[in-house]
T-cell receptor, first 115, second 108 residues
Framework: DVKVTQSSRYLVKRTGEKVFLECVQD?????MFWYRQDPGLGLRLIYF???????EKGDIPEGYSVSREKKERFSLILESASTNQTSMYLC??????????????FGSGTRLTVV | GQQVMQIPQYQHVQEGEDFTTYCNSS?????IQWYKQRPGGHPVFLIQ?????EVKKQKRLTFQFGEAKKNSSLHITATQTTDVGTYFC????????FGAGTTVTVRA
């Protein structure tokens, strides 16, 4: 089974801190994604990557950056955490841009609280 | 991304009854995917539809893609408590855009 592992299940950070969320997948997928999930808003795409050292902005990239130095690892960075970034963050990976017939595989999520 | 709207936002179902949730777009979709997220869990891929008018079944779940490829539906028959969760539709050309989801609760 494809496994997508997010480094932390819960995080509490202070306003202004730089925050790193790590994601690792073990199935050699080219594509990796970061979403945030908020009640009533569904999943909104922050950033995605189709290859090592490649990144593209999603629908809500402001206040975030990403890093993909290795194929299996995709990091989300909150440059200066703010309370409106309190959310559930979900990492996903896929084979192919739209996931072909296997869809996206999601990690278990990181619930970030910024105080 | 390709924007999709889901209705209803909430669905309260008596155990044993059927229900349908809908996914609509104002533009033609290249594909539609459905995911299920259990309470406290993460989204899990259920199925992908690509062809106009396509219908696929998974046990009690029936997925349809509209003839015009602008809408899709998920129909669940004989609802069980294991069906509780949020069902998302999503569509993509280069990256998945998700609807807001339909959250299903079941009365025993």
């Amino acid at each position: 089974d494809v496994k997508v592992t997010q480094s932390s299940r819960y995080l509490v950070k202070r306003t202004g801190e730089k925050v790193f969320l790590e994601c690792v997948q073990d199935m050699d997928h080219e594509n990796m994604f970061w979403y945030r999930q908020d009640p009533g808003l569904g999943l909104r795409l922050i950033y995605f990557s189709y290859d090592v050292k490649m990144k593209e902005k999603g629908d809500i990239p402001e206040g975030y950056s990403v890093s993909r130095e290795k194929k299996e690892r995709f990091s989300l960075i909150l440059e200066s955490a703010s309370t409106n970034q309190t959310s559930m963050y979900l990492c996903a990976s896929s084979f192919g841009a739209s996931g072909t017939n296997y869809g996206y595989t999601f990690g278990s999520g990181t619930r970030l609280t910024v105080v | 991304g390709q924007q999709v709207m889901q209705i209803p936002q909430y669905q309260h179902v008596q155990e044993g009854e059927d229900f349908t949730t809908y996914c609509n777009s104002s533009t033609t979709l290249s594909n539609i995917q459905w995911y299920k997220q259990r309470p406290g869990g993460h989204p899990v891929f259920l199925i992908q539809l690509v062809k106009s008018g396509e219908v696929k079944k998974q046990k009690r779940l029936t997925f349809q893609f509209g003839e015009a490829k602008k809408n899709s539906s998920l129909h669940i028959t004989a609802t069980q408590t294991t069906d509780v969760g949020t069902y998302f539709c999503a569509s993509s050309r280069y990256k998945l855009s998700f609807g807001a989801g339909t959250t299903v609760t079941v009365r025993a």
